[in-house]
């Protein structure tokens, strides 16, 4: 039977519908409350900015970029880029999610091992998701065993990599949380939907390891049957 449709692939099916419901809830929730605006009227970068000196953290400067959720905190550079939706916006939505990426810097600050960890894995990973299904595939026609084991390798880099992602962004997202709440920036009620939006975005991470995880499980079954 193919590689591509033989057995195995029901494995990643329940990934495969969590990945859909993770996705269909972030954005339906990033669009209910990217409606909302919230009673302070502070901007993302804002909220960002102002977190950032709070917690005495001076060098690093907040940026917009473009796209639809690109936000993202780049460890190498120490920087917070929001994407220009988030950065302009004073929506419940765009807070929490700017509030989530300084949360990224205050890990970077005070030397959070998970996010260190991460970074240095990312090289291998980024390897590793390129490479190993490309090998694995060669090495399963061939039956060239050494082929397989190193696709295999490689790609548990990748999975590596998105497993130590979960405590980086769920702690983030906790970091996010405190600070939104003890600075003022959002009112109780507004509080509440900031939790919705930053677990919304906590499944896509879940779905994704999970998903990385069976795929891994999987490649590790057809190694026994070649």
């Not at 950065?87 to 959070?112: D, F, R």
Request: aromatic share 10%; glycine share 8%; proline share 4%.
């Amino acid at each position: 039977m193919p590689l591509f449709f033989d057995s195995t692939m029901f494995l990643l099916i329940p990934a495969l519908l969590l990945s859909m419901w993770a996705q269909q809830k972030v954005r339906s929730t990033y669009r209910k409350y990217g409606e909302v605006r919230t009673s302070a009227g502070r901007t993302g970068a804002e909220v960002a900015a102002s977190i950032l000196q709070r917690n005495m953290i001076m060098e690093v400067p907040v940026e917009s970029v473009p796209g639809v959720l690109t936000d993202h905190y780049d460890p190498r550079s120490r920087r917070v880029r929001l994407s220009e939706g988030n950065y302009g916006s004073s929506s419940i939505a765009a807070i929490s999610v700017a509030a989530h990426e300084v949360g990224h810097a205050l890990q970077h600050g005070k030397g959070y091992f998970p996010l260190n960890l991460r970074h240095n894995v990312f090289p291998l990973a980024n390897i590793g998701s390129k490479l190993a299904f490309p090998l694995f595939l060669i090495g399963f026609i061939s039956h060239f065993s050494i082929l397989i084991d190193i696709g295999i390798l490689l790609f548990a880099f990748a999975v590596l990599f998105h497993v130590v992602t979960l405590p980086v962004e769920f702690n983030a997202s906790r970091r996010a949380l405190v600070q939104l709440e003890t600075g003022g920036y959002l009112s109780m009620d507004e509080m509440v939907g900031a939790k919705k939006v930053l677990t919304a975005a906590a499944l896509t991470y879940v779905a994704a390891a999970a998903m990385a995880a069976l795929q891994l499980v999987r490649f590790m079954l057809l190694r026994g049957r070649n």
